[in-house]
């Protein structure tokens, strides 16, 4: 193992690696910041938010997640200022002309390179920008075993079994907290009440977490958030530039337990380097 700062990175050795998997981005990150330092933070102006903002350490898509956006405040004039606002919104973002929520389980992730032209992005991304706060992401990565089985029929058999997962904790490596590019939208249900819903902007991942997935959340740096939250930059060329992909070395990856599959648990644990069972086994061959 390789000590990293405070964090343990564990290295796969002994299952032979292949390329990570193509496809959308995995549903689930870690967001544990207070509600007063996602406002400190994020020099947020209005608090907007219901009730106290819980740590959780497995986000999956319908769930609430904390959010920052400008707007106007709601029964402002229309010439009022727009205001820094931190929020909870629901993950699935669910376009104003949809007949039913059910649509917004498909769309927790945009891609950058298409947002700005499906029609069910475009609008948000002009004007209903939005920053989600996260401490890292999670991915899981298929593992190919090595070697050849000398029986035809327990090749077959191996081909038939399901293949081993394991997921890995995504974070970035200065412990700062990962400001993800999102869209927000507004849906006004059958009852006449709004849902604020959101969406996570994804990107090509830089090769040495291209190995566990190819996509990764789009992040916004600081000296970009003021920019990228302005409803009043329209300009879809000038948006799309203010988004860069993580350079290389940048974030850290280690494998976490498999508990993480279930929605169903929540807490610090989740994000823990995985104990003896959970990772990979010896570790003298590095994933990077």
């Not at 949809?98 to 891609?111: E, F, P, T, V």
Request: proline share 9%; glycine share 6%; charged share 25%.
């Amino acid at each position: 193992m390789v000590v990293m700062g405070r964090m343990t990175r564990y290295m796969p050795s002994a299952p032979r690696l292949k390329r990570g998997r193509m496809g959308p981005m995995c549903g689930r990150y870690a967001t544990t910041r207070a509600r007063q330092e996602l406002l400190d933070e994020f020099q947020v102006q209005l608090d907007a938010v219901d009730a106290d903002i819980q740590p959780d350490y497995n986000v999956a898509p319908t769930k609430q997640v904390p959010a920052v956006l400008t707007r106007r405040p709601r029964d402002e004039p229309e010439e009022a200022a727009a205001v820094r606002q931190l929020r909870t919104v629901r993950w699935g973002l669910v376009p104003s002309w949809a007949k039913d929520l059910s649509i917004g389980s498909r769309m927790i992730n945009a891609r950058f390179e298409t947002v700005h032209e499906k029609p069910s992005f475009r609008r948000a991304f002009a004007r209903r920008r939005c920053l989600l706060p996260a401490d890292g992401y999670f991915e899981w990565y298929t593992i190919q075993e090595q070697g050849d089985a000398p029986d035809p029929a327990e090749g077959e058999k191996k081909a038939k079994k399901k293949p081993q997962k394991q997921p890995y904790f995504i974070h970035p490596g200065d412990g700062a907290v990962m400001a993800m590019a999102g869209l927000y939208e507004l849906w006004k249900s059958p009852e006449d009440e709004w849902l604020w819903t959101c969406t996570v902007i994804t990107t090509d991942a830089p090769d040495d977490l291209g190995r566990i997935h190819d996509r990764m959340p789009m992040i916004v740096e600081p000296d970009r958030w003021d920019a990228w939250l302005d409803p009043a930059l329209t300009d879809t060329e000038q948006v799309r530039g203010l988004l860069v992909p993580a350079m290389a070395g940048t974030m850290d990856a280690y494998p976490v337990s498999k508990a993480v599959n279930s929605v169903r648990n929540n807490g610090p644990e989740l994000i823990e380097p995985a104990i003896s069972g959970d990772s990979f086994g010896n570790h003298s061959d590095s994933l990077f």
